[in-house]
DNA sequence: CTTGGGACCTGGCTGC
DNA sequence: TGCAGCCAGGTCCCAA
């Protein structure tokens, strides 16, 4: 699930392939892949435009083009870009051909995922709260947003209007580290408390990151290559396996219709 | 306005 | 073996 930490690995690996480069040739084989326009006006608007710079923002990818419009991609749940793999393989909604000769292609088995060439790339990511990983996001930020919501706690975290980055399996991971209930209240929680999901939450995605993403599912690197975040994982997905802390069977709960992972005994509360 | 839940999508896995 | 049903989940949309 291409989360923060997978859609940052994606962005540092693919950069020094395609920034500088044009392209010159696409092949879009899932008509429902682009949004907004007709497959003949986004081939015209693009083929030819340089890559300025490659961005990410919360779990977008924004290409940022030498005329100002901004190549946009969400791989949603099961996208993943390659670089030039062997062979085509399935799922490939479409194909980028570069002037450096390389081809990349979005392949996603679900079909959630979604292309936008936008004028400006603020209508698509303008409403995502502060980035995760950022010095605007600090714990006086998470404090206040927090106060605000009395909603679970794991909910008010995967909201990408109040914070952008974090999804399902780095919020169950959080709450395991900082020992939080998934479904207290947001409001309710202490600055103590707080402060320590502030902090779980950085460490979560940090590792993550030195860890290339998580490969539960299908993301795999541009290059092929598996994340391997997961191996570290004490909580998600991991149902019915003991906790690492304390050996108590892992428990799958829904929240928001989402599944949640925790311990029940290191995670007490509520419901 | 706030909160909760379903829809979208499909491959892989489990259990009868 | 075959098949129904569950599970994965980011975001949008609608209902209470």
Same mark, same amino acid.
């Given at each position: 699930?291409?989360?923060l930490?997978?859609?940052?690995?994606?962005?540092s690996e693919?950069?020094p392939?395609?920034?500088g480069?044009?392209?010159t040739q696409?092949t @879009?084989?899932?008509?429902k %892949?682009?949004?907004?326009?007709s497959i003949?006006?986004?081939?015209?608007?693009l083929?030819g435009?340089a890559?300025?710079?490659?961005?990410?923002? +919360?779990?977008?990818l924004?290409?940022?083009?030498?005329?100002t419009?901004?190549?946009?991609?969400?791989l949603?749940?099961?996208?993943?870009l390659?670089?030039n793999?062997q062979? /085509?393989?399935h799922?490939?909604r479409?194909?980028?051909?570069?002037?450096? +000769?390389?081809?990349?292609?979005?392949?996603d088995?679900r079909?959630?995922?979604?292309?936008?060439?936008?004028?400006?790339?603020?209508s698509l990511?303008g409403? %995502?709260?502060?980035?995760v990983?950022s010095?605007?996001f600090?714990p006086?930020?998470?404090?206040?947003?927090?106060?605000k919501?009395?909603i679970p706690?794991?909910?008010?975290l995967?909201d990408?209007?109040?914070?952008?980055?974090i $999804?399902?399996?780095?919020?169950?991971?959080?709450?395991f580290?900082?020992?939080?209930?998934?479904?207290?209240?947001?409001?309710?929680l202490s600055l103590?408390? /707080?402060q320590? @999901?502030y902090?779980?939450i950085?460490?979560v995605l940090r590792s993550?990151?030195?860890s290339?993403?998580?490969?539960v599912d299908t993301?795999?690197r541009p290059g092929?290559?598996?994340g391997t975040a997961?191996?570290?994982?004490k909580?998600a997905?991991? +149902?019915g396996?003991?906790c690492p802390v304390c $050996?108590t069977?892992?428990?799958?709960?829904l929240?928001?219709n989402? +599944?949640?992972?925790f311990?029940?005994k290191c995670?007490?509360?509520t419901a």
């Open positions: 699930m291409p989360e930490p997978e859609v940052e690995t994606i962005k693919l950069l392939c395609v920034v480069q044009s392209v696409i @879009i084989l899932d008509a %892949l682009v949004s907004g326009i003949e006006e986004f081939c015209r608007r083929i435009q890559i300025k710079s490659l961005e990410r923002r +919360g779990k977008y924004i290409f940022h083009l030498a005329d419009q901004s190549l946009v991609m969400h949603k749940m099961s996208g993943t390659l670089l793999p062979g /085509t393989g799922y490939v479409a194909i980028f051909h570069f002037s450096n +000769g390389i081809r990349l292609l979005f392949r088995p079909r959630f995922g979604v292309i936008w060439l936008v004028a400006d790339a603020e990511v409403r %995502l709260g502060p980035e990983l010095e605007k600090t006086r930020v998470l404090v206040q947003t927090l106060s919501h009395h706690i794991k909910a008010a995967v990408q209007s109040l914070i952008a980055g $999804g399902n399996m780095y919020a169950d991971e959080a709450l580290a900082a020992k939080i209930h998934p479904l207290k209240r947001a409001d309710t103590e408390e /707080t320590n @999901i902090r779980s950085r460490e993550a990151i030195n290339k993403g998580a490969s993301y795999v092929g290559q598996l997961h191996f570290n994982f909580a997905h991991r +149902g396996k003991p $050996g069977p892992i428990q799958r709960i929240v928001r989402r +599944g949640s992972y311990c029940p995670q007490p509360g």
